[in-house]
């Protein structure tokens, strides 16, 4: 049987604790942002015009400088060590990359201190669009969430749905490990809640832990041994586990001095068919499978969205 790509950095996890993990947790930029400020003229929003990689060295950009906000999951992978070389050598840009939990992000680009995001809670993103902070969202990639426990799978929830599995989890009153970082994952986890008419991160049961760090981090409190994780795969496949990254630029009709079109220069780039062929192959080399399935060709809809 053929397996699913999953980030290995995400999980819903249970271990006698279970934990769910997916994206990165909210960690702080390593240093300070700089802003160059430069308006630009905003284009329509459209659909993001392939790209063909340049043959010689581009011009540099008026406005060099971009700031990505994006998910901690897309750094530790080692994704983007692959993609923002190629974009600053095919375009001349320069990133700034601050890796944090989505909903951190999202908040960068409300206040205005970045250009461009890289963020997988979809509905948190289309409400960030219907404020007036985004200009333009493109599909990007997606790989799945997973949820993790032991082998004895203490609340039996082998073979079921999520919801389904939410609701054994908590009759069952294991140890859950939450991420509790209001990143990407722990957006996902309380959605699932949520659909199973339950509320553990208000109830506080004992057993219902909320660590507010990384996915690493939280994996290894989800595991009986801190040296080296012992936890398996319990739940994997479902639609429903689908984590979907959007690409979106701020709108500089709220904030003037953001890098428009240095933030869709980032957008093009990584909706290119090129980038997207990368993307499909990351991971193959290492793990033996995709950690990300390129999806720029496709619409939400297609994936159930």
Known sequence: ????????????????????????????????????????????????????????????????????????STQDSGLLDVLVPMFEEQTGYKVQTVAVGTGEAL???????????????????????????????????????????????????????????????????????????DSGTNKKELDFWKKAGLDPKTAKPAWYLETGQGMGASLTVASANKDKIQLEILLEGNNALLNVYHVITVNPDKWPTVNYEGAMAFAKFITDAATQKVIGEFGVDKYGQQLFIPDADKTDADLGL
């Open 1 to 72: 049987m053929k397996l699913r790509p999953r980030n290995i950095f995400l999980t819903l996890g249970l271990i006698c604790a279970l934990t769910l993990s997916a994206c990165g947790s909210a960690a702080p930029a390593t240093a300070p942002i700089t802003r160059v400020s430069t308006a630009t003229e905003a284009p329509a929003a459209t659909e993001a015009p392939a790209t063909e990689a340049p043959t010689q060295a581009p011009a540099a950009p008026a406005n060099p400088n971009i700031i990505l906000a994006t998910t901690t």
């Open 107 to 181: 908040k960068m680009g409300e206040e205005g201190n970045a250009d461009v995001l890289l963020v997988h809670a979809p509905s948190s993103e289309v409400t960030y669009m219907d404020g007036g902070n985004g200009k333009d969202r493109f599909l990007v990639m997606h790989n799945d969430f997973i949820i993790v426990g032991p082998a004895a799978d203490p609340a039996k929830i082998k073979g079921l749905g999520p919801k389904e599995a939410f609701v054994a989890i908590y009759n069952a009153g294991v140890s859950f490990v939450s991420r509790g970082d």
